[in-house]
């Protein structure tokens, strides 16, 4: 069967600070992956989109960028983190059908 | 403009009654619908999916799809308050993103069940 791990879980960066967060993917090959971000009181916001190693779309221009360094890993980044940053960071898969998708544990992510 | 639209509740209902979930959206090109239940601090979990009009049933989840109305909601029978989480409808625009499209999330429906 498939899982999807994120981490970290949590994570407390001061404004300024560098981010990186990772996703992999066990029992799939070839997934779509996905990055969204979930602020408080607002719906999941799609980030990034990747259809295979090295191709990755964006959805919302921001200080932020995503790699796919292989198959199966999926990697959020960002050089200079802003206060409005902070939420929590999903990544998911999916093969097959259009949308229908599966989520990692995520990670909750504070800028102070 | 890209939009799918919850009540954003809470919706409260009796353990054993019937929980109606509503969701409306606005491409009329849309193929694919799913529903998420989120309980807080986790991440969602898809419980539900459905792609022809007309209702598709789960064990005690019904999905119920009117393309022409552009409507899909989520009937949850005999409620438990286990079920007490954020349901979240997720419909698919075929012209946002990639070549398969990609979901657009509505705010979700918080429902609480009380014993």
């Known amino acids: 069967s498939q899982t999807i791990h994120q981490w970290p879980a949590t994570l407390v960066q001061p404004v300024g600070s560098p981010l990186s967060l990772e996703c992999t993917v066990e029992?799939?090959?070839?997934?779509?992956l996905y990055w969204y971000r979930q602020a408080a009181g607002r719906g999941l916001q799609l980030l990034f989109y990747?259809?295979?190693?090295?191709?990755i779309s964006s959805e919302v221009p921001q200080n932020l960028s995503a790699s796919r360094p292989q198959d199966r890993q999926f990697i959020l980044s960002s050089k200079k983190l802003l206060l409005s940053d902070s939420g929590f960071y999903l990544c998911?898969?999916?093969?097959?059908?259009?949308?229908?998708?599966?989520f990692g544990p995520g990670t909750r992510l504070t800028v102070t | 403009q890209k939009e799918v639209e919850q009540n954003s509740g809470p919706l409260s209902v009796p353990e054993g009654a019937i929980a109606s979930l509503n969701c409306t959206y606005s491409?009329?090109?849309?193929?694919?619908f799913f529903w998420y239940r989120q309980y807080s601090g986790k991440s969602p979990e898809l419980i539900m999916f459905i792609y022809s009009n007309g209702d598709k049933e789960d064990g005690r989840f019904t999905a119920q799809l009117n393309k022409a109305s552009q409507y899909v909601s989520l009937l949850i029978r005999d409620s438990q308050p286990s079920d007490s989480a954020t349901y979240l409808c997720?419909?698919?625009?075929?012209?946002?993103?990639?070549?398969?499209?990609?979901?657009?999330f509505g705010k979700g429906t918080k429902l609480s069940v009380k014993p």
């Open positions: 997720a419909v698919n625009f075929p012209n946002y993103g990639g070549s398969q499209g990609n979901l657009i």
């Open positions: 029992g799939t090959s070839n997934p779509n």
């Open positions: 491409d009329r090109g849309s193929q694919s």
């Open positions: 998911a898969w999916s093969v097959g059908l259009p949308g229908e998708q599966y």
């Open positions: 990747s259809v295979g190693i090295g191709q």
